[in-house]
């Protein structure tokens, strides 16, 4: 983003998810329970949810979805207040009509932009807004009575008026992508409206920054009734337009009436108005009791793919309604999510940014199971041909990058003054030379064929995109009077300084090389370019660092309040720099601390930072006291975040850091509650995916931890650090002894010796527990150490 001092279409989507890695291991025997003694498998994806079984409260995931539910009773003003509905295209979020004596059903898309590369990404290729409804009462707003119920992805609740009430029920259904908007009056209402009110087609960040020379916004829409559907059609300037429908029917008796409302986009034809026509009728044919079921049951399949609870019921509740707005954000065949994703809202950053926020926003897929929302992976694969061509010339034939800021295809578009950011060229400045955030980017696809082992993630994306990445790098290392190779000066996100040797792209450069060397053994390729990587890995520049700890680069002291962590990459989240590295502790604390020790500049995100690495460094209580600092100061009452303007990356990557607390499996080694904060004396996981595609299930009671339970989907080498004290036992998933030994050479703040290398091949489950203990095998919500009050609006 800006420094704080200023510096559908037919289009194919390419899935990449599909086989697998095997690999094994052995060692030693215990004891035998009763063959019965087992604990489910795994919930597979496509399983159905019995309707008895979703509905009851003895359900773990009703239970702990129901009380995560977001409440209001006093009507939001702002999007920050206000529930959110969304399918990772179309978004709506609803609050009070400023000014009106209404409630606004905001309706956004996420595939509608601007198609003018001319004028740049944050302007030409900005994303636009479209409009939004107003529900007009006849008297006057008195009071709101609401739930976002997560379970269901729906919004239900009533609006008293001076005239009567209006009960209603909302939702963005899954697969048709419709807003459908049931309304029941009482006598008193049965008058009330709908309006649609067209937004300005023009770039958000217009209100913000001056307008490059010869940019205009589009013309105004033009509003039609087209057989009982209106439609508000927004030609552009480019060609194509986006279309709004909507239509209003009634349903049985007691005036009950329901808004069903779609939004297609098209370039460069003009074929929206028929697709978004097509989706209302065709939705609008069924009452919103014949809609909602199969919607209903996507989200339950959803939810049921993990499970996760401890006993802080306020982050406890953060974190399932993280999980809700990550699915109605993000899909695999979806735009990679902008700032704000498909809730569009006034924000100077109109676009995809890939110099942090793109990398937080998807890191809680994995843990939690949910790689169906990857849309990095897929498109930085279908895509790949623009992370060439944004290179200079010279560059692109064997080379890669990505720019700060693209459009959904990562398009950048022409420099221009406040348009947006190029990839730049390192000791080259302008355009600035931001060059690693591709590489960082490949991280996160990484991290899904880690937490899969499937091959083809890593052959066809990883490797012939980081080579690329890496490729642009070598281009520019020079050779030192100190034998050393050496980067020209670059930029360090954001902060404000280039440097050579930056740590952000030296901790980037030395992690691809890493990466590649051990991709290339994985497949087999013998790629002529290997000497090379090997040669960096052992003559690159060291790590800047001072008195301070680590540096932005060299003769660059980190010397003001910044809200990145770049500089500290190595440390979190490429882990190439890590507390089970005695040597590096004290530059690891030593640099945490002076990061967070600036206020002045310190953003959200920079607390989600600090807690997942204190959770590196085992530390509970203080990622705790980190998260904590998140929801007092940045957190608003719908757990949405906001800077200068909305950004979502900040409360999805506090997800993450508390997946750090509750396991980490960097390294090769899984480790089962590593951070958990002292006054947590329970907690419970299920179907946690880690690094080597184990689904991690665990519950830890009364301050011990009682079982472990990993089943792997691929057979790679197992190694886990149980946290189990004394002798334990190793079972299958029908209560037979499984070989395992002690794991010689994976140190850090294991204090129990509790690190087990098993022999577990694909398909098998072991079930850890110690000797002679038989716990009942049940996963379900802990109990919370104190009330805490609902997020949304609960208060009177």
Request: contains cysteine; hydrophobic residues 40%; aromatic residues 10%.
């Amino acid at each position: 983003m800006d420094t704080p001092n200023g510096t559908s279409s037919g289009t194919s989507r390419r899935a990449v998810l599909g086989g697998a890695l095997a690999a094994g291991a052995a060692g030693a025997v215990g004891l035998a329970p009763p063959p019965a003694y087992a604990l489910p498998a795994p919930v597979p994806a496509s399983a159905p949810v019995p309707a008895s079984e979703s509905r009851s409260r003895r359900d773990p995931w009703h239970e702990v979805l129901s009380d995560a539910d977001l409440v209001w009773r006093t009507m939001p003003k702002t999007w920050y207040e206000g529930p959110f509905l969304g399918n990772a295209l179309l978004g709506s979020g609803i609050y009070a009509e400023p000014g009106r004596n209404a409630v606004r059903f905001n309706v956004q898309h996420s595939e509608v932009q601007d198609h003018r590369p001319e004028f740049g990404s944050l302007f030409g290729l900005a994303r636009l807004p479209i409009g939004w409804f107003t529900l007009e009462p006849v008297g006057r707003i008195t009071g709101v009575d609401w739930r976002l119920g997560l379970h269901d992805a729906e919004l239900t609740g009533t609006i008293t008026t001076e005239a009567g009430t209006l009960a209603l029920r909302a939702m963005v259904h899954n697969a048709r992508s419709v807003l459908a908007v049931e309304i029941v009056p009482s006598a008193g209402e049965r008058g009330f409206r709908w309006a649609f009110h067209p937004a300005e087609a023009i770039s958000p960040r217009a209100a913000f920054k001056p307008l490059p020379a010869g940019y205009a916004g589009n013309p105004p829409a033009t509003v039609a009734n087209h057989g009982g559907v209106r439609a508000a059609v927004q030609p552009l300037l480019a060609g194509g337009q986006h279309v709004t429908a909507w239509r209003e029917r009634a349903h049985g008796h007691g005036g009950r009436r329901t808004l069903y409302a779609a939004v297609a986009w098209s370039h460069p034809r003009a074929t929206a108005r028929a697709q978004a026509l097509r989706t209302v009728r065709s939705a609008a044919a069924l009452p919103y009791d014949a809609l909602a079921p199969s919607h209903r049951a996507w989200w339950h399949r959803y939810y049921r793919k993990s499970f996760l609870s401890v006993p802080d019921a306020r982050l406890q509740r953060f974190y399932w309604a993280q999980l809700y707005k990550a699915a109605s954000a993000a899909r695999r065949d979806a735009p990679v999510m902008a700032t704000s994703g498909p809730w569009l809202e006034p924000t100077p950053w109109p676009a995809t940014w890939w110099n942090l926020n793109v990398q937080l926003e998807y890191w809680l897929i994995h843990g939690s199971n949910h790689l169906e929302l990857d849309a990095v992976t897929r498109a930085l694969s279908e895509y790949r041909h623009r992370l060439s061509d944004e290179l200079a010339k010279p560059y692109r034939a064997d080379s890669a990058g990505i720019a700060r800021t693209t459009d959904m295809t990562l398009l950048n578009g022409a420099s221009v003054a406040n348009g947006g950011y190029a990839v730049g060229v390192p000791g080259q400045d302008p355009p600035t030379p931001e060059v690693g955030n591709l590489t960082w980017a490949l991280h996160n696809v990484w991290l899904s064929y880690r937490h899969t082992m499937d091959e083809s993630i890593l052959r066809d994306v990883v490797f012939p995109l980081l080579r690329k990445a890496v490729t642009y790098y070598l281009h520019f290392l020079t050779p030192g009077r100190d034998g050393r190779l050496h980067l020209p000066a670059t930029f360090s996100p954001e902060y404000g300084v280039n440097a050579p040797d930056c740590n952000y792209d030296l901790m980037l450069l030395r992690w691809g090389c890493s990466t590649l060397l051990d991709a290339a053994e994985t497949l087999g390729v013998r790629d002529a370019l290997a000497p090379r990587w090997r040669e960096v890995l052992a003559r690159l520049a060291p790590y800047p660092t001072d008195a301070n700890g680590f540096m932005i680069g060299a003769g660059v002291p980190f010397a003001k309040s910044h809200r990145h962590y770049s500089h500290m990459l190595a440390v979190y989240p490429l882990y190439e720099v890590t507390w089970d590295q005695p040597e590096h502790r004290a530059l690891i604390e030593k640099s945490l601390n002076h990061w967070v020790g600036f206020e002045g500049a310190l953003q959200g995100y920079t607390f989600t930072g600090a807690a997942s690495m204190s959770a590196q460094m085992g530390r509970g209580d203080d990622a705790l006291k980190y998260l904590g600092e998140l929801m007092a100061r940045y957190i608003q009452p719908n757990t949405m975040y906001k800077e200068s303007g909305p950004v979502i990356e900040t409360p999805l990557s506090a997800a993450q850091s508390l997946h750090d607390m509750v396991c980490q499996s960097w390294g090769g080694v899984i480790r089962v509650f590593p951070a958990l904060p002292g006054s947590w004396r329970a907690a419970a996981l299920r179907d946690f995916r880690t690094q080597g595609a184990f689904l991690l299930s665990a519950v830890r009671e009364e301050g011990r931890t009682r079982w472990v339970r990993l089943h792997s989907e691929a057979g790679a080498p197992c190694v886990v650090r149980h946290g189990i004290e004394g002798p334990v036992e190793v079972r299958d998933a029908h209560g037979r002894p499984l070989r395992y030994e002690r794991a010689a050479g994976h140190g850090g703040h294991d204090r129990t010796g509790g690190t087990l290398r098993i022999a577990l091949r694909k398909g098998e489950t072991a079930l850890i527990t110690a000797r002679g203990d038989r716990p009942g095998l049940t996963v379900g919500p802990v109990t919370a150490n104190a009330p805490a009050p609902r997020w949304g609006l609960p208060d009177a």
